[in-house]
């Protein structure tokens, strides 16, 4: 219990469930802590009472009290306190499976990275992003779960519970930010070479924030502003990217690896394991299978200096 505080001291921060920002973790914290105190007095009466047996008043028991005390310690007390913490468990289940109001996501695992859909209410098409949730704020988005090929398991810390995502069959689960911020979900099943570093960012916007920002992600991709960002669209085009990724608005129409139509504006390339920065996406594009073990996109490392700086400058181009 000495040692608890330390340890807990790094509970903290945009990956904890120690660190509510959601409606539904909230819940989850406190049932945490209702559990943990309750266990702490039980501990401390349990080893109390044999403290007291042991040292303070080593008098044999009389036949009626050791009786009462298996009857009321034994039986009854368990059932009531196990019963009370059953009911109380089950209670909090209802909210974190509530149907949505105005937003639905869909959200496939794949590997190692996720497949992000955002339908708003009305929508007869998807608005198709990667890697990067977000949600507007004090409103219940509902999440639809998904696998490709194996078992991932969808875990927003800060916002609420996990959910396992599974081939073939849909789960669901919903979520309501309170405060606008940023956090971090990381995959909690193990799903394979790279399951560490299948993660991605959350972030929680006051609805006409949200929804500005959703417009944008509707719109194509941007054109190539300069003149080397041009070169890079060729090359991307020549080297077949869009075969595997879709730019909206232009050739490049492939559904194999995550959109790009604004990667350019992502807080992180590669699942939550680099930056969007022009450093970075050479980097990735060059040492895929060395960042990321046993991914699918092949390394583009006979790529000249000046073909993938131009290729980087036209992929952080795509805001
Ligand atoms: Cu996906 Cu672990």
């Known amino acids: 219990m000495l040692i608890a505080p330390a340890l807990l001291a790094a509970c903290e921060g945009q990956q904890s469930a120690l660190a509510p920002a959601g409606s539904d973790a909230r819940v989850l914290d406190d049932l945490f802590w209702v559990m943990l105190v309750g266990a702490v007095i039980l501990w401390l009466l349990i080893n109390g009472l044999f403290f007291y047996v042991t040292r303070i008043n080593r008098a044999a028991l009389s036949r009626r009290f050791a009786n009462g005390l298996i009857v009321v310690g034994g039986v009854i007390f368990p059932t009531v306190v196990l019963g009370a913490l059953l009911t109380y468990g089950l209670s909090i289940m209802p909210d974190q499976r509530a149907p949505g109001e105005g937003l639905t996501l869909r959200v496939t695992g794949e590997q190692w990275w996720w497949r992000v859909e955002y339908w708003p209410d009305g929508a007869d098409a998807p608005i198709i ?69 299948m993660a991605f960012d959350v972030v929680a916007m006051p609805l006409a924030d949200f929804t500005a920002w959703l417009q944008m992600q509707a719109a194509p991709a941007r054109p190539p502003a300069t003149d080397a960002a041009e070169r890079g669209a060729q090359i991307f085009a020549r080297e077949g990217c869009g075969a595997c990724h879709a730019v909206r608005g232009t050739e490049a129409r492939g559904a194999v690896g995550p959109d790009l139509t604004h990667v350019g504006s992502r807080l992180s390339l590669g699942a939550g394991t680099l930056k969007t920065t022009l450093t970075d996406f050479e980097r990735w594009i060059t040492h895929t299978g060395a960042i990321k073990p046993e991914v699918e996109m092949p390394a583009y490392d006979y790529l000249t200096d000046t073909d993938l700086s131009d290729l980087a400058q036209y992929l952080k181009g795509l805001e």
């Open 129 to 197: 992003a990667a890697n990067e949730i977000r949600l507007p704020t004090g409103q219940r988005s509902e999440i639809v779960l998904d696998s490709a090929r194996v078992i991932h398991s969808f875990w927003i810390p800060a916002l609420g519970g996990k959910m396992d995502m599974f081939p073939g069959r849909e789960s669901r689960m919903s979520l309501m930010p309170e405060t606008p911020g940023r956090w971090r979900g990381q995959c909690a099943e193990f799903c394979g070479a790279s399951h560490a570093l």
